[in-house]
């Protein structure tokens, strides 16, 4: 089945520094990738929709200088988090859009990022 | 997108049939029915989706009532590793983001 990894699985940085996170579709091209965030025990919580070439589209509250998208190829997007703060720290997961046909779509999940900022 | 709430936690014994229900009373007619787990610590998992008629496949069953207000995922024989979190979520066809309730903490108990 399709596959959407990311890159790295656990990242540790240092307040006021920036990481990037990478979400690839490994085996079909995703004009549309998204990202969420998840804090323990709630659930995901959407923060952008990443439209290959194109700006991306942040829900509302989401800070998109904080939380630099790019959608550069049908295949990958990153998320860079700049001046990370602890309050940063989350699980942060990516997901692609497949199209099956018709009207309808599959929504595949990357595995997570685990983002400690000390 | 319709809303949909979902009963908070569940048990189910290990190796019965675990019913999930699902209300999405404010479905509209062009809106599938989605349901996606989250295991812990991992990313959340496809499981299957219908509009109107009940469907099938390896992993789930999904009940569709007549007047699509309701819904349940039937994991027919269930086991430890189904224990997770599920989330039914209705979607319009012109949208493809998926908005994520709090879902149904359910656990399979040996």
């Known amino acids: 089945g399709a596959v959407v990894s990311q890159h790295p699985s656990r990242v540790i940085c240092k307040s006021g520094t920036s990481v990037k996170i990478e979400c690839r579709s490994l085996d079909f091209q995703a004009t549309t990738m998204f990202w969420y965030r998840q804090f323990p025990k709630q659930s995901l919580m959407l923060m952008a929709t990443s439209n290959e070439g194109s700006k991306a589209t942040y829900e509302q509250g989401v800070e998109k200088d904080k939380f630099l998208i790019n959608h550069a190829s049908l295949t990958l997007s990153t998320l860079t988090v700049t001046s990370a703060h602890p309050e940063d720290s989350s699980f942060y997961i990516c997901?692609?859009?497949?199209?099956?046909?018709?009207?309808?779509?599959?929504?595949?999940f990357g595995p997570g990022t685990r983002l400690t900022v000390t | 997108d319709a809303k949909t709430t979902q009963p908070t936690s569940m048990d189910c014994a290990e190796g019965r049939a675990a019913n999930l229900p699902c209300n999405h009373s404010?479905?509209?007619?062009?809106?599938?029915v989605y349901w996606y787990r989250q295991i812990h610590s991992q990313g959340p998992q496809y499981i299957i989706h219908?509009?109107?008629n009940n469907e099938t496949n390896e992993m789930a069953s999904l009940i569709i009532t007549e007047d699509r207000k309701s819904s349940t995922l039937i994991l027919p024989h269930a086991t430890l590793r189904d224990t997770a979190v599920y989330y039914c979520?209705?979607?319009?066809?012109?949208?493809?983001?998926?908005?994520f309730g709090p879902g149904t903490s359910l656990s399979v108990i040996p």
């Open positions: 997901s692609a859009s497949r199209p099956l046909g018709g009207a309808t779509y599959e929504q595949y």
């Open positions: 219908g509009l109107k």
């Open positions: 404010t479905i509209s007619g062009n809106e599938y």
């Open positions: 979520i209705s979607s319009k066809t012109s949208y493809d983001k998926v908005i």
